[in-house]
């Protein structure tokens, strides 16, 4: 059965770009470099090789859907032209995904932990903060 309040925690940690498990360690240690594993509780982040794969597609598809809505919603509201909006969302296209890479990450890996935590409750001594 689905905890509700689990899964909250969890993608509230991912929002916040902590880990997963204890909700204390950084998942980045940089801009677009992740810690291989937590600082606190030892959760490895990267589980295989190709795992963040799943985090480009979530990057993508957030990027595709925000400048399809967005040209669409320029095209019926306002009076800029076409060109304009080309210029406008290819400038998009490459801010977004650059902006997003961390999050789309995180939230890959909170999807991935909800499913599949595969591992046990932080060790003792941890941070459980939310
Ligand atoms: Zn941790």
Do not use: K
């Not at 859907?65 to 969302?89: K, N, Y």
């Amino acid at each position: 059965m689905l905890d509700v309040r689990r899964v909250g925690r969890i993608l509230w940690r991912g929002v916040r770009l902590r880990c997963l498990r204890c909700g204390a360690g950084p998942l980045f240690r940089g801009p677009f470099r992740m810690h291989v594993e937590c600082l606190v509780c030892d959760l490895t982040f990267e589980r295989e090789q190709g795992y963040f794969v799943g985090a480009i597609y979530i990057n993508y598809g957030a990027t595709a859907l925000l400048l399809v809505a967005g040209f669409f919603a320029l095209e019926r509201f306002t009076d800029i032209s076409v060109t304009q909006q080309l210029l406008l969302w290819g400038a998009f296209a490459i801010v977004l995904p650059l902006g997003f890479f961390r999050h789309s990450r995180s939230l890959w890996m909170s999807l991935d932990y909800i499913v599949n935590p595969a591992d046990g409750p932080p060790p003792p001594g941890t941070a459980r903060g939310s």
